[in-house]
């Protein structure tokens, strides 16, 4: 079986996502851009963007780690919390 890449692997997710309500409370208006640099490093998903000086996030193709809500100390990230019902994402490869 050839190996597959993470890229790959990430393709095969499944999504039931709430588009209207995100399980993250974002600060896009923090402006600290060490903080920033880490989320940005961080998300997988790569679900925070940093253009021209403001901080955008989606919530959509969102992983559910909970890697931003650690580093965020709450300064970014004011609350998170696990996706409610159907809604969220269903991992397929390991």
């Given at each position: 079986m050839k190996k597959m890449k993470i890229e790959d692997k990430l393709a095969l997710n499944i999504f039931?996502?709430?588009?209207?309500?995100?399980?993250?409370?974002?600060?896009?208006?923090y402006t600290d851009e060490e903080e920033i640099k880490k989320l940005l490093l961080a998300c997988p998903a790569e679900?925070?963007?940093?253009?021209?000086?403001?901080?955008?996030?989606?919530?959509?193709?969102?992983?559910?780690?909970?890697?931003c809500r650690v580093l965020s100390h709450g300064k970014?990230?004011?609350?998170?919390?696990?996706?409610?019902?159907?809604?969220?994402?269903?991992?397929?490869?390991?």
């Open positions: 039931h996502v709430d588009e209207e309500n995100s399980h993250i409370d974002v600060d896009t208006e679900c925070y963007k940093y253009i021209d000086g403001k901080l955008t996030f989606s919530h959509l193709g969102c992983l559910e780690c909970g890697t970014i990230v004011k609350d998170w919390n696990h996706p409610i019902g159907e809604v969220g994402v269903t991992y397929k490869q390991g």
